[in-house]
């Protein structure tokens, strides 16, 4: 489940609920220009862009589904989290979770047969 939420930030750049998490701006793509034409970084990040959330590499790897007290509980380790959350530039603070689409996903791929399967062996079918 963690994968699948890294898939809705990275690759689609949305919140749980499928709204934009917010762009880059100018800003950030004259620093990383900067530092590629330095040797710091080969990825430059343009205005308008979707956030991505990989430039220090940190923030994806950290995101976590825990099962706690029979609820799946999601965050994330990385120790910058309050900073991201403090950007102005962030449309949506909604990160962590499943959008529809991923909880239907796991409902029909996961515990659907591992309900049948329980169910089978229960019955002895």
Request: zero cysteines; glycine letters at 6%; charged letters at 25%.
């Amino acid at each position: 489940m963690a994968e699948l939420n890294r898939q809705q930030i990275f690759k689609k750049s949305e919140d749980i609920f499928g709204q934009p998490l917010g762009t880059y701006s100018r800003a950030t793509e004259y620093i990383t220009t900067n530092e590629a034409l330095l040797g710091k970084g080969t990825i430059i990040k343009r205005e308008g862009e979707p956030y991505d959330f990989k430039q220090t590499g940190v923030f994806l790897p950290s995101i976590f589904a825990r099962v706690v007290n029979q609820q799946v509980i999601f965050g994330s380790t990385d120790p910058k989290l309050d900073d991201i959350f403090d950007n102005v530039r962030l449309q949506s603070k909604s990160f962590f979770g499943l959008q529809d689409v991923n909880k239907v996903f796991i409902l029909q791929q996961r515990v659907l047969p591992y309900l049948q399967n329980y169910i089978r062996k229960e019955l002895k079918l």
